[in-house]
């Protein structure tokens, strides 16, 4: 963690974070007061952040909710965060920090994209802690830039307009995702993670640069070149169809 004397801007900054994701949560009634609230944490920069500023929030006489931490190591891929620096942080911000050792079975997988393989493995080992310790709510770490990467996606490779809610009921309603950070890009959640000094993961995934995500977020990028508000455009686009100018 950063220790040095802030500068007005950073200041700033870790105001603007906080006062989005609480705008969010207001918004789009994420979170309700007395909610048990479970954050998956993978250890980059966008979940420190959301479990930073619920730890923060959730102090709100308007929220006053609960709140663990959960982080899933898929033993067989790769990839790994400083498990050690995710237990101080949860110490710090007083949040109990639970780790769960999984194995995703990469081997078996067939034809099967393996962050498919990895990413369905992980998030059936949250919806069943989630489920096993009472959380009706799952906090993930998708910002704005995520959202708008999905929808390309899912136009160029699926033919349908959709993206990640910011709230999403599953399984009749036994667990809600939410996502705190959509309102915030991907240059806001960096920029926060920079001023606070968070840890980088010590091991990056090695199929990271083989994903069509990666395609779209290069794609998001050349369109922030030609404007640089293009995620926030793309973005309020999707609640904003003029369905008379659609074939």
């Given amino acids: 963690m950063n220790t040095k004397k802030l500068s007005q801007y950073q200041k700033r900054h870790i105001e603007y974070v906080n006062n989005k994701v609480a705008k969010s949560i207001v918004d789009n009634s994420l979170i309700y007061k007395g909610d048990k609230v479970l954050v998956a944490v993978s250890g980059g ?9 619920l730890a923060i929030l959730r102090q709100y006489d308007f929220l006053d909710f609960t709140l663990e931490a959960i982080h899933i190591d898929v033993e ?46 992980r998030r059936k080992a949250l919806f069943t802690f989630a489920d096993e310790h009472g959380f009706k709510k799952l906090a993930l770490g998708h910002h704005m830039d995520d959202a708008v990467e ?50 980088k993961q010590t091991v990056t995934c090695p199929f990271e640069d083989i994903t069509k995500r990666t395609t779209a977020r290069n794609i998001l990028e050349q369109l922030k070149a030609i404007n640089p508000k293009a995620s926030q455009s793309i973005f309020r686009s999707m609640g904003n169809i003029d369905l008379d100018y659609l074939p």
């Fill in 150 to 199: 999905t929808l390309l996606i899912n136009m160029a490779y699926h033919g349908n307009i959709s993206s990640l809610p910011a709230k999403l009921s599953m399984f009749e309603g036994v667990i809600n995702l939410i996502r705190p950070l959509i309102l915030l890009t991907n240059k806001d959640t960096q920029e926060y993670a920079n001023i606070k000094g968070f840890p």
């Fill in 76 to 121: 067989d891929v790769a990839y790994s965060a400083d498990i050690k620096a995710l237990k101080s942080m949860g110490k710090r911000l007083n949040v109990k920090m639970n780790i769960l050792g999984i194995e995703s079975n990469m081997e078996d997988r067939g034809k099967k994209a393996p962050c498919f393989v990895c990413s369905w493995h």
């Fill in 45 to 53: 920069k966008d979940s420190l952040v959301l479990l930073e500023t």
